[in-house]
């Protein structure tokens, strides 16, 4: 009896997921070996931080878009409020979006917050005011992708349901006009 497997689904992006979890990485391992290498907590932070923010900018401009299909942004209006703009592809084009991709996005977000969270308690732990800092602006920044990318799926969600309800009533009433039309 031939048992086939079925086949496993690759990664559809491998150079933008490497590159979505490279500078993750890069800023949690620089900050914790950083003790065992330099003296300075300049150095740690400035470096920490500028990896942390380039994470930031190739989550919220590249892999966002090409992992799982949304883009969001913040505009100040003519108010001066704060207004959280979305962007998502069409229900089409997310349905083909890769499921590998789309997971190692969600979980390497959600899991490298609870990573800053950990290491933010260890500092306060340890009394280490300075290092509550550097975690703190690196945890702002992956969190503002987390709200970001978040409050984007729940609007395309929900503009995908309205144009399900829009598509369906459309449909029923034109098939309601034209049996009435018949007779």
Known sequence: ???AQPPVENYANP??????????AAA??????????FN???IIFVVTVLLSALDF?????????????LRWWNEINDLGESVWKFECLDQESLARMN???????????????VAWIVLGIFSLIRFQADYVLVVGVCLTLNIANI?????????????????????????????????????
């Open 99 to 113: 499921k590998k991709d789309s997971w190692l996005f969600w979980w390497t977000l959600y899991l490298s917050a």
């Open 1 to 3: 009896m031939d048992f």
């Open 57 to 69: 900018w190739v989550v919220k401009n590249v892999s966002g878009r090409i992992l799982v299909g």
């Open 40 to 42: 300075s907590f300049v």
């Open 147 to 183: 709200v970001g990318f978040t409050r984007c799926r729940k609007d395309a969600k929900k503009q995908i349901q309205q144009f399900a309800t829009q598509t369906i009533a459309s449909r029923f009433s034109s098939t309601l006009q034209s049996a009435f039309s018949v007779v």
């Open 28 to 37: 949690l391992a620089f900050y914790i070996l950083s003790a065992l290498f």
């Open 15 to 24: 150079k933008t997921c490497f590159f979505h979890v490279l500078f993750k």
